[in-house]
Nanobody, 115 residues
Framework: QVQLVESGGGLVQPGGSLRLSCAASVSIVSFNNMRWYRQAPGRQRELVASITRSSITNYADSVKGRFTISRDNAKNTVYLQMNTLKPEDTAVYYC?????????WGQGAQVTISK
């Protein structure tokens, strides 16, 4: 069973930065795609960023130019660098490991943007 553990969440002021980490219990090259989602209170979970096995990245329009997803295969870890944070970025952020026939989720990390 795959375990994904997110870390790095917290409270930061608008304009600040955070880096989330997602550590996997297995080799992340096993997965076609590693993704970060987020879910704000009362809203549906949305895809924020993804990175393929060959490191092709994709971002939601709302975070383009501010967030960067990356991976370290040697550490089995995926990162989400979040800059110029806004109050609307407040949410629980989830890591997801995806294959056509498999998907696994982390427990989530709370990110709160507030003065």
């Amino acid at each position: 069973q795959v375990q994904l553990v997110e870390s790095g969440g917290g409270l930061v002021q608008p304009g600040g930065s955070l880096r989330l980490s997602c550590a996997a219990s297995v080799s992340i090259v096993s997965f076609n795609n590693m993704r970060w989602y987020r879910q704000a209170p009362g809203r549906q979970r949305e895809l924020v960023a993804s990175i393929t096995r060959s490191s092709i990245t994709n971002y939601a329009d709302s975070v383009k130019g501010r967030f960067t997803i990356s991976r370290d295969n040697a550490k089995n870890t995926v990162y989400l660098q979040m800059n110029t944070l806004k109050p609307e970025d407040t949410a629980v952020y989830y890591c997801n490991a995806w294959n056509l026939d498999f998907s696994s989720w982390g427990q989530g990390a709370q990110v709160t943007i507030s003065k």
